[in-house]
């Protein structure tokens, strides 16, 4: 019989694809063992015996390159002198594919570290899925004592267990350039908003380039800082929005009027990224802003900084809320369910430390950029001698708070959208506020 | 001897036609043509096929990540329903719809030209040529980083030239303002890809025989004339082959937008691309994700077949 080739080529197309449905129809992977040891099973069986006679080797997550985290490095250089039996294996995840890689470690589909880290950013989807052990026993009364009290609440998970411990944070500081305000008569930084207002006014410049107060949006943070700034609070207890208060409309507002009313800061700064508002402020063409604390080491110590010595840090200018507060962006280690018994022990040894007291200040020293949750360290004498502003920026993490609502990214995205919106005029200050409000109900519901 | 050689190639080739012609060694051969294509058939399934088929899978369900497994429920087209009922899909699709409409023709009439521009010149034609070719050969993502400087408002060479030379008084805002950010994406959009419109056209062009050229002429057709009905006639499949290849990659339009505005400002440059990649790596919502990523895919196949049928119809005629 004559074997037609197009029937041929169906008939093995559609049985290869049959092959294939059948093979993902499939029961997916094994279920997690409490005692964390069905992941790594067979090789830990395999090599056992040699585990025992040689060092565990922690396999750790970092979020991208070693190359930007010395502290990270010093922090596994000590560690490994404590414990000579524990070597720490890191594997540099990018940031972008970050939340993708822990989640499909938390569901199995690729072989999960011993450690990970994860951002305030991820940390809602990983909660989701119950993946994190519970780790009170790190957390002695001695070693909580020494966190900021809103870091306390940050490690927990629903249940109230601890499950996280701090790496390091961001924190957000309130930066001046000396030299233009005492060219315009300002011997003293600004006290309130309305200073901050009037000083603007009267530093801008746009022929020359020249602006007075600049702020970026990028970051939901930022919003946040000047909302607890007005006296209003991002959410309820139970995650449905609070922002489009009073003070949030008044902090809005006051954003909006810089920009259109006032005229202080870029038109274009809707769309800028925080480095952007950074980069304008170390070629010395921003006379204020509240930025990224990490933007003090880079006006310091960056070749491309024009304000090496003619910049300064202040307390918040005080807004309606007369408070300090502000926001801090955490970054924590946790361990998975998923951990070998074999090393389980190391794990918790390693979180132990790099929560330690002398592990945090040993971070404020190897890595001037990033901070600390523990207000006493910044008392340090080392400290002091290699952060620029330790004491301020004490006060600031002390006043902090850590704002991570359910479906952090959707929300952070539909608020940015709006209060883009409001900047441009198409909107007012409250009816986006309301927008977003309505809409973010929905989505931590989700 | 030569008569002997023929003789005996003659001999050969009619031996191996001979061969050939048999209907058994037919079969053979067919049979043997797929078993050698087979590995290449299971190739492409495995590549294309099986992640086609747990995309629709993904689009259809409810995924949930839980510890050591991913859950997929199915709901059928619920996330369908779902996401056309969602305004900033609506307004993706939008965006996306325009950036194709305007960025498209804009590069396809300034490849041609380009194309005509290269066909008369004879000295320097390579240079020209390699100049042209500059800006398909940078890497999109780095394309769109030179390009957002450029349209910075306070460091920006466009504005700060446009203001020098008196055109402008106060900056564009290119990135920032709603109006006019999408268009500053239809730039670099038309910027990267018209190189490669030209040189595609540029070939066509090469390939049409100077003696119809010569016969226009003759019969006393005027320059527009020409164009009209030898060049343009004759550049169809090349021009249908551009616009199929453009329409497909600007649909898909990614790293322009969200290296340059992030879908902002106010979301008024989202477009599909942006959508699918904000809902899968910041939203961590898989299988909404892939609900996009279906449409978009459905889009590009029919307007591909589109094409493909008006290929046929300029081929056949």
Known sequence: MKVKPNIFVLSVSIIVVLTFVFSSCAPKAAPVATTGTTMAEETTLETETTLTEQAVVLEVDNDGTLEWDPATVWQKEQFEKMYPNIKINFHETPYKVHQETLLRMASGAQEPYDVWQITDEWLPSVMKTDILMPIDQIWTEDKLALYADWEKKAILDKDGNKVLVPVFGCITVFMYNTELLQSAGFQEPPKTWDDIVLYAQKLTKPDENIWGFVDTEESINKFWHWLLQAGGKPFNEDWTAAFNSKAGVKALEFLVDNRNKYKVVPLGAVTWMDEDQQMLFISGKSAMCVTWAFTIDRAANSEESLVKDKFSVASFPEGPGKTNATVYEDNHYAIPKTIPKEKLDAALKWLDYVSSYEAQVGMLVHEPGNYAPVPKAYDEPEVKEKVPFADLLKVNVENAQNVVPPNMGEVATILIAEIQQALLGQKTAEQSLNDAATKINEVVKQ | ?317
């Not at chain 2, 990614?254 to 959508?275: I, K, M, N």
Request: charged share 15%.
């Open chain 2, 1 to 317: 001897m030569l008569r002997k050689e023929a003789n005996r190639n003659e001999i050969f080739l009619f031996a191996s036609y001979s061969i050939a012609n048999s209907s058994m060694l037919k079969r053979k051969n067919v049979f043997f043509a797929y078993v050698v294509t087979l590995p290449a058939i299971i190739f492409l399934l495995l590549v294309v096929g099986y992640p086609v088929f747990y995309l629709f899978q993904l689009a259809m369900s409810e995924a949930r990540v839980e510890a050591g497994s991913l859950n997929l429920k199915w709901v059928g087209l619920e996330n369908f329903r779902i996401l056309f009922q969602d305004q900033y899909f609506l307004e993706a699709l939008k965006h996306t719809l325009y950036i194709v409409v305007t960025s498209i023709p804009v590069s396809v009439i300034l490849a041609l030209v380009l194309a005509l521009c290269l066909d008369k010149i004879r000295r320097g034609r390579g240079i020209m040529q390699t100049a042209l070719l500059l800006p398909w050969m940078i890497a999109p993502a780095l394309g769109a980083a030179m390009w957002r400087w450029l349209y910075n408002d306070q460091f920006g060479l466009i504005d700060y030239v446009l203001r020098l030379i008196g055109v402008i008084k106060q900056p564009i805002l290119w990135l920032s303002d709603p109006n006019v950010a999408i268009n500053s994406i239809v730039i670099c959009d038309v910027w990267q890809y018209t190189p490669f419109c030209t040189i595609i056209l540029f070939a066509g062009l090469q390939n049409i025989p100077t003696d119809l050229y010569d016969a226009a002429g003759i019969d006393g057709a005027n320059a527009l004339q020409v164009f009209w009905y030898v060049t343009l006639r004759l550049l169809k499949t090349q021009i249908l082959f551009v616009l199929l290849i453009r329409t497909v990659f600007t649909l898909r339009i990614f790293d322009y937008v969200y290296t340059l505005t992030r879908g902002g400002p106010g979301r008024s440059t989202e477009v599909l691309a942006t959508y699918l990649y904000t809902t899968a790596f910041s939203f961590a919502k898989f299988d909404y994700s892939a609900t996009i990523a279906v449409i978009l895919l459905l889009i590009t196949s029919v307007v591909a077949l589109g094409y493909v049928m008006l290929f046929r119809g300029v081929t056949e005629g």
